[in-house]
């Protein structure tokens, strides 16, 4: 597609739900980053594939985040028994995975728990 | 790890006038450095990036400069208008690896 896409644009969960937020890369990027917004702050980095494989899942931040790639274009983002603390806007970028390696990035998904 | 940070949260410029925007980093083993802006509700918008072998480079309207002494990089908006109204960020690191974001500063131009 011509940009990276996002769904849904906005998730509203109750506390111990599970949920999963979806990226459609720019068509032909074989790098997909997941970063997290918080309100007033810049984006934290969740997680990186590299084709189909987690290059870099350092950003995780608990065994309750979980992201695929099987075939290496969608990814999701999935996360489990949701908490008021994953209030979030998430974010999915998508490069070439060649230089310059600026990320393009997409709207974003704002999920709040309840 | 590469730590990024913003010298100001807000910004206030008249329109017409020249922006700067500043931002240190840690790592002095980052080489890639990029500026985006962040509309209400939308995702980061590429602006301008530098490799460490630059110390300037500029766009239309944007110039990014940067010292690898203090570890300092700067964006600078000429003849700063309305829709540059946004948050701005830096972001740092090593080429091929995820990149590390600053906090943001608030542009807000007086109209």
């Known amino acids: 597609g011509a940009g990276v896409s996002q769904t849904p644009s906005n998730k509203v969960t109750e506390k111990g739900k599970y949920v999963e937020l979806r990226c459609d890369p720019i068509?032909?990027?074989?790098?997909l980053y997941w970063y997290r917004q918080s309100l007033g702050q810049g984006p934290e980095f969740l997680i990186y594939?590299?084709?189909?494989?987690?290059?870099?899942d350092s950003g995780l931040p608990n065994d309750r985040f979980f992201a695929v790639r099987p075939e290496g274009s969608v990814s999701t983002l999935k996360i489990q028994r949701t908490e008021r603390g994953d209030s979030a806007v998430y974010l999915c970028?998508?490069?070439?995975?060649?230089?310059?390696?600026?990320?393009?990035f997409g709207s974003g998904t704002r999920l709040t728990v309840v | 790890g590469e730590s990024v940070g913003l010298h100001l949260p807000t910004l206030s410029v008249q329109e017409g006038d020249n922006s700067i925007i500043n931002c240190a980093y840690s790592?002095?083993?980052?080489?890639?450095f990029i500026w985006y802006k962040q509309e209400s509700g939308k995702g980061p918008q590429f602006i301008i990036d530098?490799?460490?072998?630059?110390d300037k480079r500029q766009g239309q309207r944007v110039t990014v400069l940067l010292n690898k002494t203090v570890k300092h990089l700067s964006l600078q908006i000429a003849a700063t208008q309305p829709g540059d109204s946004a948050v701005y960020f830096c972001?740092?690191?090593?080429?091929?690896?995820?990149?590390?974001f600053g906090k943001g500063t608030r542009l807000s131009v007086i109209a």
């Open positions: 970028a998508s490069s070439p995975g060649t230089e310059p390696y600026g990320y393009t």
């Open positions: 068509s032909g990027h074989t790098a």
């Open positions: 594939f590299q084709g189909t494989g987690a290059a870099d």
């Open positions: 790592n002095s083993a980052s080489d890639y």
């Open positions: 530098i490799r460490s072998n630059m």
């Open positions: 972001a740092a690191g090593p080429g091929n690896t995820p990149l590390v």
